[in-house]
């Protein structure tokens, strides 16, 4: 008899369990399905529908939480083999119903008032003090999303069922975005009031990087523009060229380190056109606001950077703008235009050349500041811009900043954390010349396998090839090919490479073009920094590889930041097997 009641209470304890988790399931499929459907249709456009969306889900994940929470459900979680499903299950419910019943109720508030336009120009204004108004709830929405995520991370799914750890991954995922939309979100409502003058007028620098003459930070900064900010309010205040900075100054405009003498010289601090020598932004915006304040007396409150191909991802969104000769500057011709195009049309007249610059960047400018179309291409104009370290930002104000450090638009140099071992490749021009056009990269990376001692092994290197025509020296202009000035053969592309490995990490050999070769290592920010010279002859191609010894505890997942070109750079990337340290 005894026996038997214990059967039947096992029995119904098990029943109870498995329908409630079928119950849960349901509830959380249906909801998965709202979700997947919001966010198939998602933009900043639809926050006001927000609050349908959040009672109708809120419903389901509420009830999925309550019925993996009851004391019956957690008693189960103990038992061999399905414990290890339930807590899953239970965990990956508490946090979906957390996020839609403690994150959306916040977005609902900002609903209406929060949009596509909120983040893009309306007749040169930004709508600062509405972002302003909404960044309490946006934050809130972050932190409660932040926190799920978290959670989700915790999960331990190596020994349960596909279906559920499959269903976990899922999560994850729609998790994950959420976080990465809701933290940008945040950064913006923060960021952008103050720095466009919400409480006070500020200016800014400009810097028009041109990619047909490498810098590591993308390129030569020729063309500048002054920028004010005011209660949301942009205007365009000051048009420089390279040419109005006459040329070096006696000594760096601000004191370099010793690492900067060594890696740079001091020519990254005495001509502008050289401030983005290195591949640290902040410093090339302290250095560049250093020059404007000693050339102007004006000391702005910021810098920032683009280049032509970010320009052509604008005129993508905005359409054609007009110049004032007549010509079209299109998103399809702006490239070739603006970094090669224009060195034929005015061919050795630097001060038209900069005139068209000039020209080319007001019109943009001018056409962006008076946007009324639609303003989710823009964003993702500005995304994909700033995603290919086209488009950066330094503020001189600390905590704005530390608050741009967190995003890509810093530029800052590449950042190693415990998920991702952090590598840089960067070029800068040799040749002194506009000779970049014709350059094209590809990048690559992997991790060996591990020794005993747990720390892994890299090879990182990339491939440069000439595109330019055989009989460049002849058909180019000596603008263009530099003439030899500095040395190097009309048509002949001489390169400067830096490829900077994580804190920690140690570089135990080099190769060019499969060969093992000698080449200069330095130390920049705590990091090793390999420095090769590839000089390029019409049509040819070379390769540079380096070996890496990571530190001991580094991920062997890497990741590599390199100087945005002229084109679009294939960076390619393989991990090994995972590494177990059996060091204590």
Request: net charge negative; with cysteine.
């Amino acid at each position: 008899m005894t026996a038997a009641i214990i059967i039947f209470v096992v029995v119904a304890w098990g029943s109870w369990v498995a329908v409630r988790g079928l119950l849960a399931r349901d509830a959380l499929q249906s909801a998965a399905t709202e979700i997947r459907a919001a966010q198939a249709s998602a933009s900043l456009d639809a926050l006001d529908e927000l609050g349908e969306l959040a009672d109708s889900v809120g419903e389901k994940t509420s009830r999925a939480a309550v019925l993996t929470s009851d004391p019956l459900w957690r008693a189960a979680e103990v038992l061999p083999l399905v414990g290890t499903n339930l807590s899953a299950f239970r965990e990956t419910a508490a946090a979906v119903d957390s996020i839609v019943s403690d994150a959306l109720p916040s977005l609902v508030e900002v609903a209406g008032s929060i949009d596509g336009e909120s983040l893009t120009l309306r007749e040169g204004v930004l709508p600062v003090e509405e972002l302003r108004a909404a960044q309490p709830s946006i934050g809130s929405a972050q932190a409660v999303v932040a926190e799920a995520n978290s959670s989700l991370s915790r999960i331990q799914t190596e020994d349960v069922l596909p279906q559920i750890g499959e269903a976990v991954s899922q999560v994850r995922t729609l998790s994950s975005a959420a976080d990465r939309l809701l933290t940008g979100l945040d950064i913006a409502a923060r960021l952008l009031p103050p720095m466009l003058g919400a409480s006070g007028g500020r200016e800014y620098l400009v810097l028009f990087q041109n990619n047909a003459e490498l810098r590591a930070g993308g390129g030569i900064p020729g063309a500048t523009s002054v920028i004010s900010a005011d209660a949301g309010s942009i205007g365009l205040v000051d048009q420089a060229s390279s040419a109005d900075f006459r040329g070096a100054t006696p000594e760096p405009v601000l004191p370099l380190s010793e690492e900067e003498n060594s890696l740079f010289s001091d020519i990254l601090g005495r001509f502008i056109q050289n401030a983005t020598l290195t591949p640290d932004f902040a410093r090339s915006g302290e250095l560049a606001q250093a020059r404007w304040t000693q050339l102007t007396g004006q000391e702005v409150d910021g810098v920032a950077a683009i280049d032509p191909v970010a320009l052509s991802y604008l005129l993508e969104a905005t359409g054609p703008v007009t110049l004032p000769d007549g010509s079209e500057l299109t998103s399809e011709n702006a490239v070739d235009t603006l970094l090669s195009g224009v060195y034929a049309r005015f061919a050795d007249q630097p001060q038209l050349q900069d005139a068209y610059f000039a020209a080319a960047a007001a019109a943009v400018f001018e056409r962006v500041s008076s946007f009324d179309g639609d303003a989710g291409a823009m964003l993702d104009a500005l995304a994909r811009g700033v995603e290919e370290r086209r488009i950066l930002v330094w503020s001189a104000n600390e905590q704005e900043q530390a608050l741009l450090d967190t995003t890509p638009l810093a530029g800052q140099l590449p950042q190693t954390t415990e998920d991702v071992s952090a590598f840089g490749v960067y070029f800068n021009d040799a040749t002194g010349a506009k000779m970049d056009y014709y350059v094209d990269a590809i990048i690559g990376g992997d991790s060996q396998s591990c020794r005993q001692d747990g720390r892994p092994e890299f090879t990182v290197g990339f491939g440069l090839t000439s595109s330019a025509p055989d009989d460049a020296a002849q058909s180019l202009t000596d603008y263009v090919t530099g003439g030899g000035v500095f040395g190097v053969e009309p048509g002949r592309i001489r390169t400067e490479a830096l490829i900077y490995v994580p804190p920690g990490a140690v570089i135990t050999g080099g190769r060019v073009n499969g060969e093992p070769a000698e080449f200069n290592v330095q130390e920049h920010e705590g990091r090793l920094v390999a420095k090769f010279v590839v000089e390029l002859a019409p049509g040819e191609s070379q390769s540079v590889q380096i070996d890496v010894l990571g530190d001991l505890g580094q991920s062997e997942d890497l990741a590599i930041e390199h100087t945005p070109m002229v084109r679009g750079t294939q960076v390619q990337l393989s991990a090994g097997e995972a590494c177990k340290s059996d060091q204590g």
